[in-house]
């Protein structure tokens, strides 16, 4: 299979970090609670649909879990995407997701243990499945959103969460529908900050 998981990030723990997110939360809270915050970003985002950023065309990979890794990896880099959805066919359901970072990640953990000869046996033999119970950080639940929801929620939850990606589920379908971004949103927001002279 070629549909991909988003597993979240995990959160940073330096306490710089728990300061600014905590603070960027309560920006948003505000903005929320604001009703007189009118031709601002924050408005233009609560005005915008996720489904408004997904584009006519274009591909999207899931991976089952027990895919191996050097196969899906192989496979990101030859669709020239950096992340995809986990799927559980077990459960029938996404699970989290597979990026770059994951990569990076093995080559990091493995060098750092075993050398090269360990690297091998990690990308060779291991599925997507075993490499996440390798790191001890089993898949756990996609965090998604609705396509109709708004690109405030989804900004804010990227926020809240610490993720990088937030994929856009169809609820009736459950299909995923596209891989919701930072630079995704702003560079949909930027024409209308050109626009608007903020």
Known sequence: ST????????????????????????????????????????????????YDLIPNSGKLIVFDKR?????????????????????????????????????????????????KNYIDEIIENKTIEEWKIIRRSQIKGLISIDPMETLFTAAKILLEKSIHRLPVIDPRSGNTLYILTHKRILNHIYPYLIESQL
């Open 3 to 50: 549909q991909s998981t988003g597993i979240p990030n995990s959160p940073p723990q330096s306490p710089l970090y728990r300061r600014q997110a905590t603070k960027q939360a309560k920006i948003f809270e505000d903005i929320n609670e604001n009703s007189q915050l009118i031709n601002t970003p924050a408005r233009f985002l609560q005005s915008k649909k996720c």
């Open 67 to 115: 895919l191996l890794v050097k196969k899906a990896f192989t496979a990101l880099i030859a669709h020239g995407t950096r992340a995809a959805p986990i799927w559980d066919s077990s459960v029938q359901c996404y699970t989290g997701m597979l990026t770059i970072t994951d990569f990076i990640t093995i080559l990091n953990h493995c060098y750092s243990k075993e050398g």
